[in-house]
């Protein structure tokens, strides 16, 4: 059984940063790969980005191509998501998911999932 732990969410606003953090629990991290999505009131799950555990392997939403960066760490079994330039419809709560072997972008695609953490940009 595979936890996830995300934080590293708050209030910020509009043209700020924030880093999000998803601690795993997965014995062999790297064999993983970690994705980050979000979810507005009213809206469905939206992929945001996603890394394979050994690193140097990323995709990412158009919606956040070139202000997002996604990253991870082996040794703390930890995926971070750098935000930059954020702006008011990046307000969603974001959450980390993992699935053993290949996933894309869809939602349905991964097994594990973290509880989210809210990420509130003010305008």
């Known amino acids: 059984q595979v936890q996830l732990v995300e934080s590293g969410g708050g209030l910020v606003q509009a043209g700020g940063s924030l880093r999000l953090s998803c601690a795993a629990s997965?014995?062999?991290?790297?064999?993983?790969?970690l994705g980050w999505f979000r979810q507005a009131p009213g809206k469905e799950r939206e992929f945001v980005a996603s890394i394979d555990g050994r690193g140097g392997r990323t995709d990412y939403a158009d919606s956040v191509k070139g202000r997002f960066t996604i990253s991870s760490d082996s040794s703390r079994k930890t995926v971070f998501l750098q935000m930059t330039s954020l702006r008011p419809e990046d307000t969603a709560v974001y959450y980390c998911?993992?699935?053993?072997?290949?996933?894309?972008?869809?939602?349905?695609?991964?097994?594990?999932w973290g509880q989210g953490t809210q990420v509130t940009v003010s305008s």
């Open positions: 997965a014995r062999t991290f790297r064999s993983y790969v």
């Open positions: 998911a993992a699935n053993l072997a290949y996933a894309g972008r869809g939602p349905n695609e991964y097994t594990y």
